[in-house]
């Protein structure tokens, strides 16, 4: 296979941008990802890509919840802040707070929606886990156009 060629024809994909948060006991955190897509409508199943050595990963296989707060055009700064591991203080991850979900993981105060998700499906299968999360609760705090990758001029992907 031509490697450039896979590459480019992978960056192709169009990626919106998303915090993915999770509890279990008293750890939590929170995180920027994009490989998130709707999987079904009945039940309401979501899809997200989850790095394998992230801080999230066994947050989310012990709890089998996790939080995605959608992120909106112009939140560049909010996805920026979550490439590497921030602890929660004061009710913040760094500069913005968050609040808990039904289910205890943190949804971005600033996010113009999230859904929380129960895990239905645990793949580990490469250096992301595939994990499928059926929708519990959803939020919508105003209408917007989600963030996407294309808009901040970064690539992750191929």
């Known amino acids: 296979m031509d490697e450039n060629a896979k590459k480019r024809a992978l960056l192709m994909i169009p ?7 999770a509890r279990h006991g008293e750890s939590q955190t929170v995180a920027t990802i ?23 990963h066994p947050l989310i296989k012990n709890s089998g919840k996790f939080a995605l707060s ?45 859904v929380e998700c129960d895990v239905v499906g645990f793949y580990e299968l490469g250096d992301h886990s ?13 209408e917007a156009e989600v963030l996407t990758m294309k808009e901040t001029g970064w690539n992750y992907g191929g």
């Open 15 to 21: 990626y919106g941008l998303f915090i993915l948060g």
């Open 34 to 56: 994009n490989w998130v897509t709707q999987a079904s409508f009945n039940p309401p199943l979501v899809v997200i890509g989850v790095k394998g050595d992230s801080s999230l």
């Open 70 to 114: 959608v992120l909106g055009t112009g939140q560049k700064a909010i996805a920026g802040a979550f490439f590497r591991h921030v602890e929660p203080k004061d009710g913040k991850f760094g500069n913005y707070a968050f609040e808990a979900g039904h289910n205890g993981a943190p949804i971005i105060s600033e996010a113009p929606a999230a």
């Open 130 to 142: 595939v994990v499928v999360g059926k929708v519990t609760e959803a939020h919508v705090k105003k």
